[in-house]
């Protein structure tokens, strides 16, 4: 196998509106019965993705929002990858009337028009945080931390080289992820700018385009589109 895993993006790639079809997991099933590892790659926080995905184990490993956690379904065990936000941070955000705030392990979530708001917090405080945006809502991280390397510390887990992963997303913040991988992909319904940075962009959009590089995977290794050097 040239590919020997598959790490995909949650909303707008794997998931429309939040839910997986019952034909997106069927073939999530098929290529873990082919030998290959799945890696699921999402800037959600996991007590929710938990709720709305059940079926999460399908998934070797979990790198959670926008990789500052992983989480092994298999072992319900979590590894934080950075530090949780600072107490004033958030206090100050409150206290600006900031909303809505969504706080993770690492992640504060809210929506791009609160986004001069957090930069301006960040600035004052001088505090080493960076914005991520995606598709109108707006992440704050620790400087450095994103879907490539929170992508590295799950693929140091399993063994597996970048060179050998297949990246499928959708959004801004998916950028990281697509440059991180062997074969960066981009579903139909992909922001153009990731479209134009992808290797491949797929026919179908979101879970369809998944399953068409997971059908591609289980055929040929992807030689049709992506022939080997």
Known sequence: MRFLALATDYD?????????????V??????????RKAILV????????????????LF?????????LLYFP?????EPLAE???????????????APLSIGRAIIATTENQSAAILDTIHSLGLDLQVIFNKGSVMVLPSGVNKATGLEAALHHLG??????????????DHPLLRACGLGVAVANALPALKERADIVTRGRAMDGVMEVIEGMLTNDLAEVCPVR
Do not use: M
């Open 60 to 68: 070797d490993v979990v790198v959670a929002e926008n990789g500052a």
């Open 26 to 35: 069927g073939a999530l099933q098929r290529l873990r019965d082919s030998g």
């Open 74 to 78: 298999g072992e319900r065990r979590e």
């Open 160 to 173: 597996i080289p970048a060179s050998q992963v297949v990246g499928v997303g959708d959004a801004e913040n």
């Open 42 to 57: 999402t800037g959600r926080e996991l007590p929710e993705l938990l709720w709305i995905f059940p079926e999460v184990e």
């Open 12 to 24: 707008g790639t794997l998931a429309e509106d939040g839910e997986v079809s019952a034909p997106t």
């Open 84 to 98: 949780p936000p600072p107490v004033r941070f958030l206090r100050t955000l409150r206290e600006h009337g900031v």
